[in-house]
């Protein structure tokens, strides 16, 4: 009796096992298979308070992260329709007070950072999007822009935009 329950317990795991299957990803990126190629527009930077490294920082930062994490194969704006494009504009770079003490006096300061995308897809469903994504990063009031503002935007702000940008286009969430 205990050798017929043995195998059926064994047919019904193989049974189960053929049955199922579920695909995981390492980055969880969500890409069509045909899909190939990738272009990453040059992001202009078109916010009225200007960093000048902004822009290409920026621009290599979502380069490395689609070809680091995804198989498509990054091709120039001059080399005719990519699979997937990405067009975008730094529409935004401000400094604002995030905290004022009792007496009207700032305690922290914010930087934020706006960044309008429209992803194209030409394979697939074809359902690309536009999109603004805005980060925010505080520091202390008592230091000038200019001594946080690099800091600041190499981690996290520039990183935070890309991994938004990236999860809204590839991500299956």
């Known amino acids: ?41 040059f992001i202009e930077n ?8 902004l ?5 290599q930062k979502l380069r490395d992260k689609i070809t680091s994490q995804t198989r498509l194969t990054l091709v ?15 529409t935004g770079y401000s400094f604002s007070n995030a905290a004022v003490t009792d007496v009207d006096k700032p305690t922290q300061s914010r930087l934020t950072v706006t960044v309008n ?13 536009t999109q603004s994504f805005s980060r925010s990063a505080e520091f202390d009031a008592r230091r000038t822009a200019n001594s946080v503002e690099n800091q ?10 890309t991994d938004d940008i990236f999860n809204r286009a590839f991500a299956n969430w």
């Open 55 to 59: 822009s290409q920082k920026m621009t």
């Open 46 to 53: 078109r916010a009225p308070i200007n960093n000048p490294t």
């Open 117 to 129: 995308v429209t992803f194209i897809k030409r394979i697939g469903d074809k359902k690309g999007f």
């Open 1 to 41: 009796m205990i050798r017929y329950i043995k195998i059926f317990v064994v047919f019904a795991v193989l049974g189960l096992m053929s049955g199922c299957s579920v695909h995981y990803s390492a980055t969880g990126a969500s890409i069509e298979p045909e899909a190939k190629t990738v272009n990453v527009r």
């Open 76 to 90: 120039p704006e001059t080399e005719g329709k990519a699979d997937y494009e990405f067009r975008a504009t730094i």
């Open 152 to 161: 600041l935007l190499d981690d996290p702000l520039i990183p935070g935009i």
